[in-house]
Protein backbone atom coordinates (compact mmCIF):
# COMPACT_ATOMS: atom_id res chain seq x y z
CA UNK A 1 0.00 0.00 0.00
CA UNK A 2 1.04 3.80 -0.18
CA UNK A 3 3.23 5.81 2.27
CA UNK A 4 1.29 8.44 3.51
CA UNK A 5 1.81 12.08 4.64
CA UNK A 6 -0.85 13.03 6.86
CA UNK A 7 -0.50 16.20 7.77
CA UNK A 8 -3.37 17.37 9.96
CA UNK A 9 -2.92 19.90 13.14
CA UNK A 10 -5.67 18.72 15.57
CA UNK A 11 -3.89 16.00 17.06
CA UNK A 12 -6.80 14.09 18.66
CA UNK A 13 -7.88 14.01 14.62
CA UNK A 14 -4.16 13.34 13.05
CA UNK A 15 -4.42 10.05 15.42
CA UNK A 16 -7.38 9.02 14.64
CA UNK A 17 -7.33 9.03 10.39
CA UNK A 18 -3.75 8.16 10.97
CA UNK A 19 -4.88 4.80 12.89
CA UNK A 20 -7.89 4.16 10.33
CA UNK A 21 -5.25 4.78 7.35
CA UNK A 22 -2.63 2.27 9.06
CA UNK A 23 -6.03 -0.40 9.10
CA UNK A 24 -6.46 0.60 5.62
CA UNK A 25 -2.91 -1.19 4.87
CA UNK A 26 -1.05 2.22 4.64
CA UNK A 27 2.06 3.43 6.33
CA UNK A 28 1.36 6.64 7.30
CA UNK A 29 3.63 9.47 8.52
CA UNK A 30 2.08 12.08 10.97
CA UNK A 31 2.90 15.55 10.70
CA UNK A 32 1.12 18.54 12.61
CA UNK A 33 2.38 21.62 10.77
CA UNK A 34 3.87 22.73 6.73
CA UNK A 35 7.26 23.14 8.02
CA UNK A 36 7.61 19.81 9.35
CA UNK A 37 5.63 18.08 6.23
CA UNK A 38 8.45 19.82 3.88
CA UNK A 39 10.56 18.25 5.97
CA UNK A 40 9.44 14.48 5.38
CA UNK A 41 8.92 15.56 1.46
CA UNK A 42 12.71 16.84 1.19
CA UNK A 43 13.94 13.43 3.23
CA UNK A 44 11.76 10.55 2.68
CA UNK A 45 9.62 8.62 -0.20
CA UNK A 46 6.15 9.68 0.05
CA UNK A 47 3.63 8.18 -2.09
CA UNK A 48 0.65 10.32 -1.61
CA UNK A 49 -0.22 13.98 0.70
CA UNK A 50 -3.42 13.78 2.92
CA UNK A 51 -3.60 17.36 4.59
CA UNK A 52 -5.68 19.40 6.10
CA UNK A 53 -6.84 23.10 4.60
CA UNK A 54 -5.57 25.40 7.11
CA UNK A 55 -2.29 24.34 8.62
CA UNK A 56 0.20 26.08 11.33
CA UNK A 57 2.84 27.40 9.14
CA UNK A 58 0.89 28.08 5.94
CA UNK A 59 -2.08 26.77 4.11
CA UNK A 60 -2.25 23.43 3.02
CA UNK A 61 -2.91 24.30 -0.63
CA UNK A 62 0.86 26.09 -0.60
CA UNK A 63 1.76 22.07 1.11
CA UNK A 64 -0.37 20.44 -1.95
CA UNK A 65 1.16 22.64 -4.88
CA UNK A 66 4.40 21.56 -3.60
CA UNK A 67 3.47 18.06 -3.87
CA UNK A 68 2.39 18.52 -7.07
CA UNK A 69 5.29 19.97 -8.10
CA UNK A 70 7.08 16.61 -6.72
CA UNK A 71 4.55 14.45 -8.54
CA UNK A 72 3.07 13.47 -5.44
CA UNK A 73 -0.73 13.26 -5.55
CA UNK A 74 -3.15 15.14 -2.84
CA UNK A 75 -6.22 14.93 -0.75
CA UNK A 76 -7.26 17.89 0.63
CA UNK A 77 -9.28 17.71 4.05
CA UNK A 78 -11.34 20.72 5.32
CA UNK A 79 -13.56 21.48 7.54
CA UNK A 80 -14.47 25.34 5.85
CA UNK A 81 -17.33 25.85 3.40
CA UNK A 82 -16.63 25.93 -0.38
CA UNK A 83 -18.43 28.04 -2.48
CA UNK A 84 -19.37 26.48 -5.83
CA UNK A 85 -17.54 28.96 -8.48
CA UNK A 86 -14.20 28.82 -5.79
CA UNK A 87 -11.42 28.39 -8.15
CA UNK A 88 -8.75 27.70 -5.96
CA UNK A 89 -10.90 24.66 -4.53
CA UNK A 90 -7.97 21.65 -4.66
CA UNK A 91 -9.12 18.27 -5.64
CA UNK A 92 -10.14 15.74 -4.54
CA UNK A 93 -11.25 17.50 -1.39
CA UNK A 94 -13.31 15.83 1.42
CA UNK A 95 -14.94 18.00 3.88
CA UNK A 96 -15.20 17.22 7.00
CA UNK A 97 -16.81 14.89 8.45
CA UNK A 98 -16.22 12.58 5.58
CA UNK A 99 -16.78 8.90 5.58
CA UNK A 100 -13.79 6.86 5.79
CA UNK A 101 -14.64 5.17 2.89
CA UNK A 102 -14.57 8.06 0.67
CA UNK A 103 -11.26 8.54 1.63
CA UNK A 104 -10.52 4.64 1.08
CA UNK A 105 -12.33 5.02 -2.28
CA UNK A 106 -10.17 8.30 -3.36
CA UNK A 107 -6.96 6.42 -2.52
CA UNK A 108 -7.62 3.29 -4.40
CA UNK A 109 -8.48 6.16 -7.54
CA UNK A 110 -4.98 7.22 -6.95
CA UNK A 111 -3.41 3.89 -6.22
CA UNK A 112 -5.50 2.92 -10.07
CA UNK A 113 -3.85 6.16 -12.02
CA UNK A 114 -0.23 5.48 -10.54
CA UNK A 115 -0.83 1.80 -11.15
CA UNK A 116 -2.12 2.64 -14.81
CA UNK A 117 0.90 5.08 -15.06
CA UNK A 118 3.58 2.61 -14.22
CA UNK A 119 2.16 -0.45 -16.51
CA UNK A 120 2.59 2.41 -19.54
CA UNK A 121 5.72 3.36 -18.51
CA UNK A 122 7.28 7.05 -19.87
CA UNK A 123 5.64 8.36 -23.27
CA UNK A 124 7.76 7.72 -26.10
CA UNK A 125 8.65 10.12 -28.82
CA UNK A 126 8.71 9.90 -32.49
CA UNK A 127 12.28 10.71 -33.64
Known sequence: MA????????????????????????????????????????????DVLVTDLVLRGGQGIALSRSCSA???????????????????????????????SDLQRVLQAIDSAQSAATVRGPASSAA
Open 3 to 46: RILLTEPDRAIREFIAGILTEFGHDVVPSDNIVEAEVWLATSHI
Open 70 to 100: RGIPTVTLTGQDFLPDQASRPPPLLEKPFRF
